[in-house]
C-alpha cells in the first residue's frame, strides 16, 4: 500500500504550520498522489512527476511548469525519508514566457444574466446562494477564496460592512456595502437559515449540505452558469471566470473616476486597499485592462498638456 496521502498530509501540515497557505498547491498535489495511486506508484520518480505535470498536452508551459514545480517541493521533503524518491531537476520543465490571460470584462446585463441563470438550479439554497455570491463578487471585487471563507461573523449587516480576514498576503481588510449588497445578504440568510437551521459550519455561504463551499465547485458551477446564460470566450485567453468579476469591479470603480473628472492618481491607494492588493502597482495593472480606461487615461494627459501650452 501507497504511503503517498500520508506523507503528503504530513507535508502539508508541516508547511501550514510554518506560515504557508499552499491553497493550490495543496490541490495539485492531492491530485498528483491520486494519479500516482492509480499506477500503483509508491515512490516519486522523474518520469512519474513530469508525465503528470505535462497535462494536459497543449497547456500553457508555465502550467505544466507550476505542477512540476509543486511536485518538486514535495519530493525534497520526501526525499528526506525515502531514498528512492527523486527530485525533478528545476530546469526539466523550464516555465518560458507566461501569457497572462486576457480579463473578461462583463457587461451589468451579463452579470444580470448569470444570476438569473441560477433560477434553473432545482435546489432553491443552493440556487440563493450562487445568485448571492456571484452578486457580492460583483459589488465588492472580493476574490472568490475570500468570498467562501467568510463565516457569519464576517457579515455585519446591520452595520453594513464585512471583514476579510486572513486573505492573501496574511492581511484583513473590512469592506463597507452598498445599501442594495446589505439587502441582498439579509434576503439570503433569512433563506438560507430556514432551509437549512443547522449547518456543519459557521460559512455565510453553504452547501445544500450545510458545509462550506469548496473553491473548485464554485468554478465548475460557475462556469456552468455562463454558458447557460449565453457567455461564450472572446478568444483563447478571454474566458468567463468568476475571478474576471473582480476585474470588472476594478475597471468600473476606475472609469466612474475618471468621467467624474477625480484624481485618480491619488485614489487608487483606495481602491488598492480594498481590493487587498499589497502594493498599489498591482492595481496599476488594470489601466491596460480596457480600452475605454486607456482612451480616458490619454485624453487626461492630453487635456492636462493642453493646459500647459496656453499663453
Given at each position: ?199 456543519v459550519t459557521p460559512a455565510w455561504f453553504i452547501s445544500t449540505t450545510g458545509?462550506?463551499?469548496i473553491y473548485k465547485n464554485v468554478h465548475r458551477e460557475f462556469h456552468r452558469l455562463t454558458q447557460q446564460a449565453g457567455l461564450h470566450a472572446r ?77
Amino acid at each position: 500500500m501507497s504511503t503517498l496521502p500520508q506523507a503528503l498530509s504530513d507535508y502539508l501540515t508541516m508547511r501550514r504550520a510554518l506560515g504557508f497557505k499552499l491553497e493550490r498547491e495543496g490541490q495539485l498535489l492531492a491530485r498528483f498522489v491520486d494519479y500516482a495511486e492509480r499506477l500503483g506508484a509508491e515512490h516519486i520518480t522523474l518520469e512519474l512527476a513530469v508525465t503528470w505535470a505535462t497535462q494536459p498536452i497543449g497547456a500553457d508551459r508555465s502550467w505544466h511548469s507550476a505542477r512540476l514545480s509543486a511536485v518538486r517541493g514535495f519530493a525534497q521533503y520526501l526525499s528526506t525519508i525515502d531514498e528512492q524518491t527523486q527530485i525533478p531537476p528545476a530546469d526539466v520543465l523550464p516555465p518560458g514566457r507566461s501569457q497572462r490571460a486576457v480579463p473578461y470584462l462583463y457587461s451589468d446585463a451579463e452579470i444580470a444574466a448569470v444570476m438569473a441563470a441560477t433560477d434553473r438550479i432545482h435546489s432553491p439554497l443552493r440556487a440563493a446562494t450562487y445568485a448571492t455570491l456571484i452578486g457580492l463578487l460583483a459589488a465588492t471585487g472580493m476574490r472568490v477564496g475570500e468570498a467562501i471563507a467568510l463565516d457569519r461573523d464576517d457579515v455585519e449587516c446591520d452595520m453594513a460592512l464585512l471583514t476579510v480576514r486572513d486573505s492573501k498576503f496574511g492581511k484583513s481588510r473590512a469592506l463597507p456595502l452598498h445599501p442594495t449588497t446589505v439587502t441582498a445578504l439579509v434576503t439570503y440568510a433569512r433563506l438560507r437559515n430556514r432551509l437549512c437551521p443547522a449547518p456543519v459550519t459557521p460559512a455565510w455561504f453553504i452547501s445544500t449540505t450545510g458545509t462550506r463551499l469548496i473553491y473548485k465547485n464554485v468554478h465548475r458551477e460557475f462556469h456552468r452558469l455562463t454558458q447557460q446564460a449565453g457567455l461564450h470566450a472572446r478568444s483563447t485567453r478571454c474566458r468567463p471566470r468568476p475571478h474576471d468579476l473582480r476585474h470588472t469591479f476594478a475597471v468600473a470603480t476606475l472609469l466612474g473616476w475618471y468621467r467624474d473628472g477625480d484624481d485618480v492618481h491619488t485614489r487608487l491607494p483606495l481602491l488598492s486597499t480594498y481590493l487587498g492588493h499589497a502594493e498599489p502597482s498591482s492595481t496599476y495593472w488594470y489601466l491596460a485592462a480596457a480600452p475605454e480606461l486607456l482612451a480616458l487615461a490619454a485624453q487626461r494627459l492630453q487635456n492636462s498638456l493642453d493646459r500647459q501650452e496656453r499663453p
